[in-house]
């Protein structure tokens, strides 16, 4: 290809050249990065060589409440892990202005439910369980990460967190969502008592965040959400991870890891960072809302991954609040559908149109995002076929808390959440309609999710 990537401004290509020391001759996009694109780049360099790196870049800056480290800071932390037993990849720069890091490109694949062969699967998480061990053994005061400020005690740290995610989630222009506000409320009501040691947390660790090959990690990767904790911080995210992505039989793991680290796993404090864990998703957005705000911008991302994750994370929540709080989930009869209209055969028409897309498709980033369109797809065809009938139930269920039938299920929403604020509906009952909201909508969304729809918190012990 020319000197040149024309899907990247060139500034990033420009400096790609500049640091890498040669001809860029493939800047091709990736899936992953989550919050921000991932891009392998090819350098030729002068002798004839080939240089493999690994970009990773934002078109917009990170913002200021944003839970996620910039791009700078990502890199700060691994250059400071660089040389310790947690395997990190080598950062070659961070550019100056713009939201961009250059790494060495490691070898190795990221989905651990890719892994066909079970004893495999245990070697990889095994290694990987030895690489959090070694991060929870670091002294953090010997690292240099000025950016996360200076180390003190857990609880400190989670005081300091706590607040910022309060004041995150309900910003001037607009109200706390209840179920988040609930959470915190607990949160903050129930902080454990550990205060040490404290530990590097990388946060939203485990599969799906580290790369392997041959039965072995290569590369613990993402640490935009890293900080100093309550080493079961980051045992709560493993049991998160391992939600989304099957990690082995996580007992086994985390006795190894137990006898690795030398912190002993405290199921009640998992449960504290599992809601937690929630929450910090949550206030960094829409609240857990299953279908994105009106006129809210989704060029380059793919929805149909964040409708399945969105609904998933409102569910776990309730699930971890309703298990730290003893108020177990109400009953919920959901009759089966109704038997299909005609014009039904034409969203199975465009699903095998899409499925035959995806069985020839060869660009990996095209592929991730066709099977986010067979997602909306079948989210659209349940939404058809059943939606007004449970949005009719849900009217009812908002109906008999009121007192008053509401136009629509927005304004039930609305209106609920304001009587359950001003003290009209006990919070107990609230989170019993809450539950019931969820199962509908989760309902809706099963033949999206597929597997996630039955999915929840593992067991540690």
Not at 7 to 21: K, S
Not at 194 to 209: A, R
Not at 248 to 274: C, I, K, M, N, Q
Request: glycine share 8%.
């Amino acid at each position: 290809m020319a000197d040149a990537a024309l899907a990247l401004p060139d500034v990033v290509v420009g400096w790609m050249r500049e640091v890498g020391g040669g001809r860029v001759t493939r800047a091709d996009r990736v899936p992953g990065g989550a919050s921000r694109e991932a891009w392998f780049v090819d350098v030729e360099l002068p002798d004839g060589t080939r240089r493999e790196l690994f970009l990773r870049y934002s078109r917009v800056p990170t913002p200021k409440d944003s839970i996620f480290h910039s791009l700078r800071v990502e890199g700060e932390i691994m250059a400071a892990l660089g040389g310790t037993d947690v395997r990190v990849p080598g950062v070659l720069a961070v550019h100056p202005e713009v939201e961009a890091i250059l790494e060495e490109r490691v070898g190795g694949a990221t989905w651990f439910y890719r892994i066909a062969d079970p004893d495999e699967q245990v070697r990889v998480a095994q290694d990987f369980v030895t690489c959090l061990a070694a991060l929870h053994r670091l002294d953090p005061t010997a690292l240099h990460l000025p950016s996360l400020g200076p180390v003190r005690t857990a609880r400190e740290h989670l005081e300091a967190e706590l607040q910022v995610i309060r004041g995150r989630a309900a910003p001037a222009d607009r109200s706390i969502d209840p179920l988040l506000e609930i959470s915190l409320d607990w949160l903050d009501r129930h902080m454990p008592a550990y205060e040490s040691p404290v530990v590097v947390v990388q946060g939203d660790t485990g599969p799906g965040n580290f790369m392997y090959e041959d039965g072995k990690v290569t590369a613990v990767v993402d640490w935009e959400l890293a900080h100093f904790g309550d080493p079961m911080d980051d045992v709560a995210w493993l049991s998160l991870r391992t939600v989304q992505d099957t990690f082995t039989h996580l007992p086994d793991r985390l006795a190894e890891y137990e006898a690795l680290s030398g912190h002993v796993v405290d199921e009640d404090r998992v449960w504290y960072y599992r809601l937690l864990a929630e929450v910090r998703l949550a206030s960094n957005g829409s609240g857990g809302s299953t279908v994105p705000a009106s006129g809210s911008g989704w060029e380059g991302r793919d929805l149909g991954n964040r409708l399945i994750y969105s609904m998933l994370h409102r569910r776990l929540t309730l699930e971890a609040l309703g298990h730290l709080t003893g108020v177990a989930a109400p009953e919920l009869d959901l009759p089966d559908p109704p038997p299909a209209e005609e014009w039904h055969q034409l969203y199975d028409g465009g699903l095998g149109m899409l499925r035959a897309i995806t069985a020839r498709e060869e660009d990996p980033l095209a592929l991730q995002w066709s099977k986010g369109v067979v997602r909306v797809l079948k989210y659209l065809k349940e939404l058809d076929r059943s939606g007004r009938r449970l949005a009719e139930a849900e009217r009812e269920d908002a109906a008999r808390l009121l007192g008053r039938w509401p136009t629509d299920v927005a304004e039930g929403r609305r209106e609920l959440a304001l009587a359950y604020r001003e003290g009209q509906v006990d919070q107990e009952v609230y989170v019993g309609y809450l539950w019931r909201q969820v199962r509908r909508d989760d309902y809706l969304m099963r033949e999206a999710s597929g597997q996630l729809t039955e999915r929840t918190w593992p067991p540690l012990r």
